[in-house]
């Protein structure tokens, strides 16, 4: 996903953390970190942490946040020091050298997805791990590991809690563009972990006219309707009127999937809800499955969207957060700042462990942020525990507070 979209989905839904983590990591189920680190890194003051992120250009006021935010995790005696350099205009390579030459061990950011290939080789040469900050899962690779909320992150925790629900046979129908294939491919893979059939995946282009053919044909309706169509003409040519109004009440089958996956927003997600309800595509038949961005009013406007389901964090801890970055700079912070808190407080965790290796990086019970369990792959891949929400907010299966739990 775009950081656009990503900076969308965090900062004008102010989507946050898991319940009951209080704001900071816990390293395993018995070590919870408050905000600023409570319980933090007595000998991790020997260790270098290097931030970066714009502080010039349009995304300076940004950057100054996310800054504030690596501060507040730090403001523990004994954590690791914080250098920080500006990655914009076209700057995070040399800043990113520049980082590591000045001895940092463990670069936080950059913001973008084209910053973080920059930042790539001259990391993976210095051997220091990365932390990035895109929801890109395409530059993830091992020492470098993407934290912003995925496709694929959202997907799977779906999949999850529909299979959960008894639902098997899924179908997409998802707009032509990146995040359109970007939640294709995150449905294949999480079908073939879950050891379901190959989903059916199709892409449509803007405009009535292309969504009506394709929900017509996926939807099967013409197979579906046809029989009873038929029973109706025929009982119309025999003039019994009272049996073809009958056969007109009667539902017909219902679609040859049960879980239903849509990435669009505002007028084209109006529109395909709107054809879905017309071909009979309904609860509880059929449940609809979409991206963390239905989270936002604006971008479900006009939807028929009667028990649909999508993937977040949970809202319940990120007021932890968010007090301490208030009581301590005046404002509340932007919701991309969650995510260099998060970093720079496993930085923190990690440094008072002895170092940024791999295995302290890449434990197997993960983290708890101020959005949620967050979990690092040797192989730079992110699992987030994500909940499960209805559209009218409520949690239909709450964010997975360990490894181990359903959804993480």
């Known amino acids: ?99 590591i030459g000045a001895g940092g061990e463990i670069i936080l950011g950059p913001l973008t997805v084209a910053e973080t290939r920059a930042v790539a080789g ?39 809690a529909a299979r959960a629900e008894g639902r098997s046979r899924f179908v997409a129908l998802l707009p032509d563009n990146a995040l359109g294939h970007a939640m294709a491919a995150a449905l294949e893979k999480s079908a073939t972990e879950a050891g379901l059939a190959a989903p059916t995946i199709r892409f449509h282009g803007a405009g009535m006219a292309a969504m009506t053919a394709l929900v017509r044909e996926v939807s099967d309706y013409a197979d579906r309707r046809g029989p009873i169509d038929k029973q109706i003409r025929e009982a119309r040519d025999k003039g019994d009127r009272k049996t073809a109004a009958e056969l007109a009440r009667q539902p017909i089958p219902p679609p040859p ?16 809800t709107s054809l879905l309800a017309y071909y009979d595509v309904d609860p509880p038949q059929v449940r609809l499955l979409g991206p963390a961005l239905w989270a936002s009013p604006r971008a479900r406007a006009g939807a028929t969207l009667r028990g649909a389901w999508y993937a977040a964090p949970d809202p319940a801890a990120r007021a932890a957060f968010v007090a301490a970055y208030q009581a301590k700079y005046g404002v509340p912070p932007p919701s991309l700042a969650d995510l260099a808190y998060d970093a720079a407080s496993l930085a923190r965790v990690v440094a008072g462990e002895g170092g940024f290796h791999g295995r302290a990086l890449t434990r197997r019970e993960g983290f708890l942020g101020a959005d949620g369990l967050l979990v690092l792959a040797p ?30």
């Open 257 to 272: 999937f049960d879980a239903l996956l849509l990435a669009d927003t505002g007028e084209q997600l109006a529109e395909i």
């Open 379 to 408: 192989d730079g891949s992110v699992r987030r525990g994500l909940a499960v929400f209805r559209t009218n907010g409520a949690i239909v299966s709450p964010a997975p507070l360990r490894v181990g739990e359903a959804g993480s």
């Open 1 to 99: 996903m775009r950081r656009a979209a990503w900076a969308l989905l965090l900062g004008a839904l102010a989507l946050t953390g898991c319940a009951g983590t209080g704001g900071g990591f816990i390293q395993g189920p018995a070590h919870p970190l408050g905000p600023g680190g409570a319980g933090g890194a007595s000998n991790g003051a020997a260790h270098k942490v290097a931030l970066l992120v714009p502080l010039s250009g349009p995304d300076a006021g940004l950057g100054q946040a996310m800054r504030q935010a690596a501060e507040l995790a730090l403001a523990v005696p004994g954590a690791p020091a914080l250098t920080v350099a500006d990655s914009a205009g076209g700057n995070a390579a040399q800043a990113a050298r520049g980082a």
């Open 122 to 160: 001259p990391a993976r040469s210095a051997d220091v791990p990365v932390l990035a900050f895109t929801s890109d899962p395409s530059v993830a690779q091992p020492g470098l590991w993407p934290l912003g909320l995925s496709p694929l992150q959202q997907v799977r925790r779906l999949v999850a």
